[in-house]
C-alpha cells in the first residue's frame, strides 16, 4: 500500500468517530446526573435540617417545604 491509499483509508474510517460521540453523549449524561444529585442533596439537606431543629425542640413542620 501506498501512502495515498493509507490516507484514503483513514479518512473513510469512521471508528473514531464514533469514540467521540460516545464520548460527548457519556458527558451529557454524567452533567444531567450532576445536575439532578445536587438538587437531591439540597432537598435533602433542607429536610434534615428541618428534622435536627424539631428534634432540638422547634415545632415545625417538615412536610411543608
Known amino acids: 500500500m501506498?501512502?495515498?491509499?493509507?490516507l484514503i483509508e483513514?479518512?473513510?474510517d469512521e471508528n473514531g468517530l464514533t469514540?467521540?460521540?460516545y464520548a460527548i453523549a457519556g458527558g451529557l449524561?454524567?452533567?444531567g446526573m450532576i445536575a439532578a444529585f445536587n438538587?437531591?442533596?439540597?432537598?435533602?439537606?433542607?429536610?434534615?435540617n428541618?428534622?435536627?431543629s424539631a428534634v432540638n425542640?422547634?415545632?415545625t413542620d417538615?412536610?411543608?417545604n
Open 57 to 59: 425542640g422547634a415545632s
Open 2 to 6: 501506498n501512502i495515498k491509499e493509507k
Open 10 to 12: 483513514f479518512i473513510e
Open 62 to 64: 417538615c412536610t411543608t
Open 19 to 21: 469514540a467521540v460521540e
Open 39 to 48: 438538587q437531591l442533596g439540597d432537598n435533602a439537606t433542607t429536610k434534615l
Open 29 to 31: 449524561v454524567v452533567g
Open 50 to 52: 428541618c428534622l435536627a
